[in-house]
DNA sequence: CCCATGTGTAAGTTTATACTAACAGATGGA
DNA sequence: TCCATCTGTTAGTATAAACTTACACATGGG
Protein backbone atom coordinates (compact mmCIF):
# COMPACT_ATOMS: atom_id res chain seq x y z
CA UNK A 1 0.00 0.00 0.00
CA UNK A 2 1.88 3.02 -1.20
CA UNK A 3 1.80 6.71 0.78
CA UNK A 4 -0.61 8.12 -1.87
CA UNK A 5 -3.10 5.44 -1.44
CA UNK A 6 -3.00 5.40 2.37
CA UNK A 7 -3.80 9.53 2.11
CA UNK A 8 -6.19 9.40 -0.24
CA UNK A 9 -7.83 6.88 2.56
CA UNK A 10 -7.64 8.93 5.48
CA UNK A 11 -8.40 12.21 3.64
CA UNK A 12 -11.71 12.31 3.73
CA UNK A 13 -13.58 13.93 6.31
CA UNK A 14 -16.17 10.94 6.94
CA UNK A 15 -13.54 8.27 7.36
CA UNK A 16 -11.47 10.42 10.03
CA UNK A 17 -15.10 10.99 11.81
CA UNK A 18 -14.55 7.01 11.62
CA UNK A 19 -11.10 6.55 12.23
CA UNK A 20 -11.77 9.55 15.50
CA UNK A 21 -14.91 7.45 16.30
CA UNK A 22 -13.34 4.18 16.76
CA UNK A 23 -10.24 5.18 18.36
CA UNK A 24 -12.58 5.98 21.64
CA UNK A 25 -13.70 2.42 21.67
CA UNK A 26 -14.00 -0.28 19.04
CA UNK A 27 -17.90 -0.68 17.93
CA UNK A 28 -19.51 -2.97 15.37
CA UNK A 29 -21.15 -2.10 12.41
CA UNK A 30 -24.42 -0.79 13.42
CA UNK A 31 -23.45 1.08 16.22
CA UNK A 32 -20.82 2.86 14.49
CA UNK A 33 -23.20 3.91 11.32
CA UNK A 34 -25.51 5.19 14.43
CA UNK A 35 -22.82 7.57 15.68
CA UNK A 36 -21.55 8.74 12.70
CA UNK A 37 -25.08 8.92 11.28
CA UNK A 38 -24.37 7.88 7.65
CA UNK A 39 -26.43 3.91 6.08
CA UNK A 40 -24.43 0.61 6.71
CA UNK A 41 -23.84 0.91 3.16
CA UNK A 42 -22.38 4.18 2.59
CA UNK A 43 -20.39 3.20 5.90
CA UNK A 44 -19.79 -0.31 4.16
CA UNK A 45 -17.62 1.48 1.58
CA UNK A 46 -15.75 3.74 3.82
CA UNK A 47 -14.32 0.71 6.52
CA UNK A 48 -13.72 -1.10 3.26
CA UNK A 49 -10.99 1.70 2.42
CA UNK A 50 -9.79 2.02 5.78
CA UNK A 51 -9.25 -1.16 6.46
CA UNK A 52 -7.36 -2.04 3.44
CA UNK A 53 -5.38 1.09 3.49
CA UNK A 54 -4.36 -0.73 7.34
CA UNK A 55 -5.96 1.99 9.35
CA UNK A 56 -8.83 -0.30 10.83
CA UNK A 57 -9.39 -4.24 11.34
CA UNK A 58 -12.41 -6.02 11.60
CA UNK A 59 -13.09 -8.98 13.50
CA UNK A 60 -16.41 -11.39 13.72
CA UNK A 61 -17.71 -11.58 17.42
CA UNK A 62 -20.74 -13.62 19.01
CA UNK A 63 -22.85 -11.09 21.20
CA UNK A 64 -24.39 -12.36 24.42
CA UNK A 65 -27.81 -12.73 22.29
CA UNK A 66 -26.10 -15.22 20.23
CA UNK A 67 -25.88 -12.59 17.31
CA UNK A 68 -22.98 -12.75 14.56
CA UNK A 69 -21.32 -8.85 14.76
CA UNK A 70 -18.57 -7.23 13.17
CA UNK A 71 -16.57 -5.26 15.38
CA UNK A 72 -14.33 -2.46 13.95
CA UNK A 73 -11.05 -1.27 15.81
CA UNK A 74 -8.45 1.16 14.75
CA UNK A 75 -5.01 -0.05 14.26
CA UNK A 76 -1.76 2.15 15.54
CA UNK A 77 -0.36 4.26 12.60
CA UNK A 78 1.61 7.21 12.13
CA UNK A 79 2.41 8.59 8.60
CA UNK A 80 4.68 11.71 8.14
CA UNK A 81 4.05 13.70 5.21
CA UNK A 82 7.21 15.92 4.14
CA UNK A 83 9.11 16.55 1.02
CA UNK A 84 11.48 13.23 2.12
CA UNK A 85 8.56 11.11 2.24
CA UNK A 86 7.12 12.30 -1.10
CA UNK A 87 10.13 11.95 -2.74
CA UNK A 88 10.66 8.50 -1.82
CA UNK A 89 6.90 7.73 -2.48
CA UNK A 90 7.28 9.37 -6.17
CA UNK A 91 10.16 7.00 -6.61
CA UNK A 92 8.53 4.21 -5.90
CA UNK A 93 5.73 4.86 -8.12
CA UNK A 94 7.73 5.36 -10.63
CA UNK A 95 9.63 2.07 -10.29
CA UNK A 96 6.00 0.17 -10.79
CA UNK A 97 5.30 2.38 -14.01
CA UNK A 98 8.50 0.90 -15.63
CA UNK A 99 7.82 -2.46 -14.69
CA UNK A 100 4.61 -2.34 -15.90
CA UNK A 101 5.85 -0.32 -19.49
CA UNK A 102 8.73 -2.99 -19.80
CA UNK A 103 6.72 -5.97 -20.66
CA UNK B 1 -6.82 25.23 6.13
CA UNK B 2 -7.52 22.15 7.69
CA UNK B 3 -5.89 18.59 8.21
CA UNK B 4 -8.74 16.74 5.60
CA UNK B 5 -8.15 19.49 2.79
CA UNK B 6 -4.16 19.41 2.79
CA UNK B 7 -4.47 15.65 2.91
CA UNK B 8 -6.76 16.05 -0.19
CA UNK B 9 -3.98 18.34 -1.81
CA UNK B 10 -0.99 15.90 -1.69
CA UNK B 11 -2.50 12.63 -1.70
CA UNK B 12 -2.67 12.82 -5.39
CA UNK B 13 0.18 11.14 -7.39
CA UNK B 14 0.50 14.38 -9.68
CA UNK B 15 0.74 16.04 -7.59
CA UNK B 16 3.23 14.43 -5.27
CA UNK B 17 5.54 14.07 -8.46
CA UNK B 18 4.92 17.80 -8.67
CA UNK B 19 6.37 18.53 -5.30
CA UNK B 20 9.02 16.22 -6.09
CA UNK B 21 10.29 17.82 -8.98
CA UNK B 22 10.12 21.62 -7.66
CA UNK B 23 11.86 20.24 -4.22
CA UNK B 24 14.84 19.13 -6.88
CA UNK B 25 14.70 23.02 -7.74
CA UNK B 26 12.35 26.16 -8.12
CA UNK B 27 10.63 26.06 -11.48
CA UNK B 28 8.81 28.19 -14.48
CA UNK B 29 5.16 26.49 -14.88
CA UNK B 30 5.92 25.61 -18.70
CA UNK B 31 9.36 23.93 -17.90
CA UNK B 32 7.37 21.73 -14.90
CA UNK B 33 4.93 20.90 -17.63
CA UNK B 34 7.10 19.44 -19.80
CA UNK B 35 8.90 17.25 -17.27
CA UNK B 36 5.99 16.07 -14.97
CA UNK B 37 4.61 15.33 -18.83
CA UNK B 38 1.09 17.36 -18.86
CA UNK B 39 -0.97 19.89 -19.96
CA UNK B 40 -0.20 23.33 -18.58
CA UNK B 41 -4.11 24.04 -18.10
CA UNK B 42 -3.95 21.04 -15.98
CA UNK B 43 -1.15 21.59 -13.80
CA UNK B 44 -2.55 24.72 -13.55
CA UNK B 45 -5.48 23.20 -11.46
CA UNK B 46 -2.94 20.97 -9.59
CA UNK B 47 -0.79 23.81 -8.44
CA UNK B 48 -3.44 25.77 -7.61
CA UNK B 49 -4.78 22.89 -4.96
CA UNK B 50 -1.22 22.63 -3.85
CA UNK B 51 -0.83 26.47 -3.27
CA UNK B 52 -4.06 26.44 -1.64
CA UNK B 53 -2.86 24.04 0.88
CA UNK B 54 -0.19 25.60 1.45
CA UNK B 55 3.00 22.97 0.19
CA UNK B 56 4.15 25.36 -2.78
CA UNK B 57 4.47 29.22 -3.35
CA UNK B 58 4.26 31.17 -6.44
CA UNK B 59 6.01 34.28 -7.50
CA UNK B 60 6.10 36.17 -10.83
CA UNK B 61 9.64 36.67 -12.31
CA UNK B 62 10.90 38.23 -15.50
CA UNK B 63 13.47 35.82 -17.34
CA UNK B 64 16.80 36.92 -19.25
CA UNK B 65 14.60 37.73 -22.60
CA UNK B 66 12.19 39.89 -20.50
CA UNK B 67 9.25 37.79 -20.51
CA UNK B 68 7.01 37.01 -17.74
CA UNK B 69 7.57 33.78 -15.41
CA UNK B 70 5.90 32.48 -12.75
CA UNK B 71 8.05 30.31 -10.76
CA UNK B 72 6.60 27.92 -8.26
CA UNK B 73 8.65 26.25 -5.69
CA UNK B 74 8.24 23.77 -2.71
CA UNK B 75 7.22 25.33 0.97
CA UNK B 76 8.45 23.69 3.96
CA UNK B 77 6.46 21.41 5.46
CA UNK B 78 5.48 18.72 7.90
CA UNK B 79 2.26 16.66 8.92
CA UNK B 80 2.17 14.01 11.11
CA UNK B 81 -1.59 11.61 10.63
CA UNK B 82 -2.10 9.45 13.52
CA UNK B 83 -5.32 8.70 16.09
CA UNK B 84 -3.88 12.08 17.88
CA UNK B 85 -4.04 14.49 14.71
CA UNK B 86 -7.58 12.59 13.69
CA UNK B 87 -9.30 13.27 16.67
CA UNK B 88 -8.15 17.18 16.64
CA UNK B 89 -9.09 17.33 13.12
CA UNK B 90 -12.44 15.66 13.90
CA UNK B 91 -13.25 18.09 16.66
CA UNK B 92 -12.33 21.12 14.44
CA UNK B 93 -14.59 20.47 11.70
CA UNK B 94 -17.57 19.49 14.06
CA UNK B 95 -16.64 22.73 15.87
CA UNK B 96 -17.33 24.84 12.29
CA UNK B 97 -20.41 22.76 11.37
CA UNK B 98 -22.22 24.24 14.91
CA UNK B 99 -21.32 27.34 13.86
CA UNK B 100 -22.91 27.25 10.56
CA UNK B 101 -26.15 25.34 12.19
CA UNK B 102 -26.27 28.47 14.66
CA UNK B 103 -27.22 30.66 12.59
C1' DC C 1 4.69 39.86 -40.09
C1' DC C 2 5.02 35.44 -38.34
C1' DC C 3 6.79 32.02 -35.27
C1' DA C 4 8.38 30.31 -30.88
C1' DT C 5 8.17 31.03 -26.31
C1' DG C 6 5.86 32.44 -22.19
C1' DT C 7 1.28 33.64 -19.52
C1' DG C 8 -3.92 32.75 -17.90
C1' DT C 9 -8.59 30.81 -18.22
C1' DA C 10 -13.26 29.14 -19.84
C1' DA C 11 -16.03 25.33 -21.33
C1' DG C 12 -16.83 20.85 -22.08
C1' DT C 13 -16.04 15.73 -21.45
C1' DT C 14 -14.71 11.75 -19.01
C1' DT C 15 -13.81 9.17 -15.05
C1' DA C 16 -13.88 8.35 -10.13
C1' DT C 17 -16.07 8.89 -5.75
C1' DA C 18 -19.84 9.36 -2.71
C1' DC C 19 -24.23 8.29 -1.71
C1' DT C 20 -29.31 6.09 -1.85
C1' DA C 21 -32.55 2.50 -2.31
C1' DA C 22 -33.50 -2.07 -2.22
C1' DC C 23 -32.66 -6.64 -1.77
C1' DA C 24 -31.54 -11.34 0.85
C1' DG C 25 -30.40 -13.84 4.86
C1' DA C 26 -29.60 -14.90 10.05
C1' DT C 27 -30.87 -14.78 15.22
C1' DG C 28 -33.78 -14.10 19.49
C1' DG C 29 -37.98 -12.72 21.69
C1' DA C 30 -43.07 -11.39 22.12
C1' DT D 1 -45.57 -15.95 13.06
C1' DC D 2 -44.07 -11.43 13.17
C1' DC D 3 -40.95 -7.90 14.69
C1' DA D 4 -36.54 -6.07 15.89
C1' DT D 5 -32.00 -6.59 15.62
C1' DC D 6 -27.85 -7.94 13.23
C1' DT D 7 -25.15 -9.18 8.79
C1' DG D 8 -23.62 -8.50 3.56
C1' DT D 9 -24.19 -6.81 -1.25
C1' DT D 10 -25.94 -5.05 -5.76
C1' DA D 11 -27.46 -1.60 -8.79
C1' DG D 12 -28.38 2.77 -9.83
C1' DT D 13 -27.85 7.95 -9.24
C1' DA D 14 -25.69 12.23 -8.14
C1' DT D 15 -21.81 14.88 -7.26
C1' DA D 16 -16.96 15.97 -7.50
C1' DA D 17 -12.50 15.54 -9.49
C1' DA D 18 -9.53 15.00 -13.34
C1' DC D 19 -8.47 15.88 -17.81
C1' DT D 20 -8.81 17.93 -22.92
C1' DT D 21 -9.52 21.40 -26.13
C1' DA D 22 -9.56 25.82 -27.39
C1' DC D 23 -9.25 30.47 -26.82
C1' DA D 24 -6.87 35.25 -25.81
C1' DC D 25 -2.76 37.91 -24.88
C1' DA D 26 2.37 39.27 -24.25
C1' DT D 27 7.52 39.32 -25.63
C1' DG D 28 11.76 38.72 -28.57
C1' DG D 29 13.87 37.24 -32.82
C1' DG D 30 14.21 35.76 -37.77
Known amino acids: ?3 SAQLTAVASPQRMRII ?4 HEPLHVSE ?3 RVGMSRALLYMHTKKLEE ?3 ISSELLLSDEGKAMR ?3 VED ?3 IV ?3 TIRQA ?3 FQALDNEEGAS
Open 53 to 55: AGF
Open 77 to 79: FHL
Open 71 to 73: QLR
Open 1 to 3: MDL
Open 82 to 84: NQE
Open 32 to 34: LAR
Open 90 to 92: VET
Open 20 to 23: AELA
